[in-house]
């Protein structure tokens, strides 16, 4: 290290005295000391590798340690540290229950639940009439009860976790029967057999990828079955040359054998969603009413809750569930239980089709979308003049794993590029901004699903794209 850059790092000024800096009170104020004196360490380190790395450019980097630009660029850095996170975003994709976007929107009467729920004590394992200790599943009990008339429910935090538990206490170090073709992965490179393996339980396969018969079952039963669980198979379907055993054809099977039904249907739907064009899914009830002793689901998607696995069925079985130790390690937190709660009242008084936003997305129709395309595109044409934009129409999804080959009519805002990679760079400034834009891009257009954006989002959504739109950069 020569002399003359010797020098220049030692004029780098240190962390307490740029603190001290009155061009830095206001940095320290909104940041507080801590994490303002983290932040400045880190610019200065930043600076001084420069300077090390770049001996030519050292001069000019040390200029950057001034107080005031380290205040700039600090304040910056401490901002984005600080900013909410998760951030809200515009879903303008039309997948109703986008799992990277957060799966279902609580409905109002959910959220405001869970927020007075945050801010109180609250009887959550305390039982007011006797004066002793409670349980915070029977808080539930009186709305699944209602709602799955004869059978018994429990809620833990997602559903992998409720089918997790479901293997353990009923099929522990025996066999658990499954179809080769309902081994799937799951979100997060989840599988069907690793959670089986965790459970204990041992996997029997049968069948082939694209026909499992009722006799393939029973050709597998034997002393070691301990469950034969039917798989909800999610994001895929297989078309073509198939043949699949139902809940209804398994159910005496299973009754015979003297094992346990357990039907994993992640998706959770408990309403009949065929007028919103999803025929494809059976409602919870059915199954049971089909002879499932158990069936999980979680809360987070076509049920249009907050993330939560429920597990209904059979009284005897569901106790067994409840008392097996990973219930109490996976176990809901109260506001998750007030949301849940919220959200199960709106089925039981018959709102739930008004009152849950994912059920009032699926059911939007495609005029009424149309209707607000229309108003949003005459908007975006008088403020870019020069913009092509129009309303075609397109297709939303449920999402979620659920109904992968249901298709919703739809009307969908197209913006189309101009030049190379124009409609990734359009995709990309409507990520940056706030609220962030998620959209989709077909054949170099941005395209905008209006049925996943709430209708007084419209104006904002508007705003945002004639942003993205405007050749200056925010």
């Not at 515009?90 to 957060?102: F, Q, Y």
Request: hydrophobic share 45%; aromatic share 2%; with cysteine.
């Amino acid at each position: 290290m020569t002399r003359e850059l010797r020098e220049i790092l030692g004029a780098i000024p240190s962390v307490d005295r740029i603190l001290e800096d009155p061009a830095f009170g206001e940095v320290v104020a909104v940041l507080g000391r801590r994490l303002a004196a983290d932040l400045v360490r880190e610019d200065l380190d930043r600076l001084r590798h420069g300077a090390l790395e770049r001996p030519t450019a050292a001069a000019a980097l040390v200029r950057d340690a001034a107080p005031a630009a380290v205040a700039g660029r600090v304040r910056a850095a401490g901002e984005r540290v600080l900013a909410p996170r998760p951030a809200p975003v515009l879903n303008a994709t039309g997948v109703v229950v986008h799992t990277n976007l957060g799966r279902s929107v609580l409905s109002r009467p959910a959220a405001e639940r869970l927020a007075e729920t945050a801010r109180h004590f609250v009887d959550l394992e305390y039982d007011l009439a006797r004066g002793g200790r409670g349980h915070r599943q029977d808080h539930l009990a009186p709305l699944l009860r209602i709602l799955f008339p004869g059978s018994a429910g429990i809620v833990v935090n997602n559903n992998a976790a409720a089918i997790l538990i479901a293997l353990r206490a009923l099929a522990r170090g025996r066999e658990v029967v499954v179809s080769r073709g309902e081994l799937v992965e799951i979100g997060g490179s989840f599988r069907v057999p690793e959670i089986l393996a965790a459970s204990g339980a041992r996997l029997r396969e049968v069948g082939t990828t694209n026909r499992t018969r009722v006799g393939d079952y029973q050709a597998a039963l034997g002393p070691r079955t301990g469950a034969i669980l039917k798989v909800h198979t999610s994001n895929f379907r297989i078309v073509g040359f198939t043949e699949d055993a139902g809940v209804a054809e398994l159910a005496p099977l299973a009754r015979s054998a003297g094992v346990p039904l357990v039907v994993d249907w992640g998706s959770g739907d408990l309403v009949d969603l065929g007028p919103a064009g999803i025929a494809d899914e059976v409602p919870v009830g059915e199954l049971i009413a089909d002879g499932a002793d158990v069936v999980t689901f979680s809360g987070d998607k076509l049920l249009g809750g907050p993330q939560a696995g429920f597990a209904v069925g059979r009284p005897d079985l569901i106790r067994k569930m409840a008392r097996d130790p990973m219930a109490r390690v996976c176990r809901i937190d109260r506001i998750v239980l007030a949301a849940v709660h919220a959200t199960l009242r709106a089925y039981v008084t018959g709102r739930a089709w008004e009152e849950v936003p994912t059920l009032v997305m699926l059911t939007l129709s495609r005029e009424a979308i149309a209707a607000r395309a229309q108003r949003a595109v005459e908007a975006l044409r008088a403020a870019c003049p020069d913009a092509a934009i129009e309303v075609v129409p397109g297709v939303s999804r449920s999402g979620g794993g659920s109904s992968p080959m249901g298709e919703i009519p739809t009307a969908l805002i197209a913006v189309t590029g101009r030049g190379d990679r124009a409609a990734h760079r359009l995709e990309r400034r409507l990520r940056d901004g706030t609220p962030a834009v998620i959209a989709r891009i077909h054949e170099d257009r941005v395209l905008l699903d209006l049925r996943t954006v709430p209708e007084d989002s419209d104006d904002t959504l508007v705003s945002r794209v004639a942003q993205a739109l405007s050749p200056v950069r925010r």
